[in-house]
């Protein structure tokens, strides 16, 4: 009696021990599935997920999240060339109609010359102004588009912002100047240095004065911090919180009127987010500030 216990307590103890073993290669393969998913997400790769387990219930779910993955390349594929069909189009049908502008332009030039009625005379302003403001968005969306597809800002360099933010107010000062804004400029006296790409840094900081240009009532504080942060900051009485957080939202204008594609901010938005850096905007007491940050040395 006392070895058949003996034998029995053996033959349990030897079936504890086999479940502990089933059960650490169980979890060996979850987690070699979990890593290798993980990889296959974050890489495009075409391998599949493989474990050395022969458990069969391991090697289903293998299979069934090969078969999600599989499913999922052909999706991301689809998407990947509709988009760049997309890209490639508003490109194309940008740049078709920049000729067709010009000569439009070149004709309204040469009637601005000719003897006309003072009813003429209003009704050509109104052509220009909508002709120029039509011209106006189709630049909008070719550079947006060009933007999209060039990703140019991901290839840095170290630049002075100081020197960035002092160029770009001087390109920008005819427009301030008419719009009667006369920007308080606050920078450090050590230079601030980061790395960003400067062609793409020059159109972030002049979209954003444009966008204080048409929004400001009249102000407009620049300040840079040593530690890299650039915020601009106006008045803006039309804006709300919800409004400002859909600033950066393509397409999207505070006004319905003839303020543009509303693409400015967007732009900023991608080309700052492409070298690293974060834009953000807050309201608070009718005052509109954009902040932003590019990363160090």
Not at 46 to 64: E, F, K, V, Y
Not at 209 to 220: E, I, P
Request: with cysteine; net charge neutral.
């Amino acid at each position: 009696m006392v070895y058949i216990l003996y034998a029995l307590c053996a033959a349990l103890a030897l079936a504890i021990l086999l479940l502990i073993w089933k059960i650490i290669l169980l979890r060996r393969s979850a987690e070699e599935l979990r890593r290798g998913l993980q990889d296959r997400l974050e890489t495009d790769t075409n391998t599949l997920l493989s474990i050395p387990s022969r458990d069969g219930a391991m090697r289903r779910l293998a299979a069934g999240l090969n078969d999600q993955l599989r499913r999922l390349r052909r999706e991301r594929r689809q998407y990947q060339n509709g988009d760049r069909e997309l890209k490639e189009a508003v490109a194309g049908i940008s740049h078709d109609l920049r000729t067709p502008l010009t000569a439009i332009c070149g004709y309204l030039d040469l009637l601005e010359g000719e003897e006309k009625s003072e009813t003429a005379e209003r009704y050509l302003a109104l052509i220009r102004g909508r002709t120029d403001h039509l011209k106006e968005l189709t630049e909008e969306f070719f550079r947006y588009s060009a933007v999209l597809s060039a990703g140019e800002a991901a290839k840095t360099e170290p630049v002075s912002l100081n020197r960035a933010v002092e160029e770009s107010l001087a390109a920008w000062y005819g427009v301030l100047s008419a719009k009667k804004i006369v920007p308080e400029v606050s920078l450090p006296e050590r230079e601030t240095v980061c790395r960003v790409n400067r062609e793409a840094l020059v159109r972030v900081l002049g979209n954003i004065l444009s966008n204080a240009a048409k929004y400001s009532v009249g102000d407009l504080r620049v300040r840079l911090t040593e530690d890299g942060t650039l915020t601009f900051s106006n008045r803006a009485p039309a804006l709300t919180p919800v409004l400002t957080e859909k600033l950066f939202d393509r397409y999207f204008t505070v006004e319905s009127g003839d303020q543009g594609a509303g693409l400015g901010l967007s732009i900023a938005r991608r080309l700052t987010e492409q070298m690293g850096g974060t834009v953000t905007a807050d309201w608070r007491e009718g005052v509109l500030t954009v902040c932003l940050r590019f990363p160090g040395l």
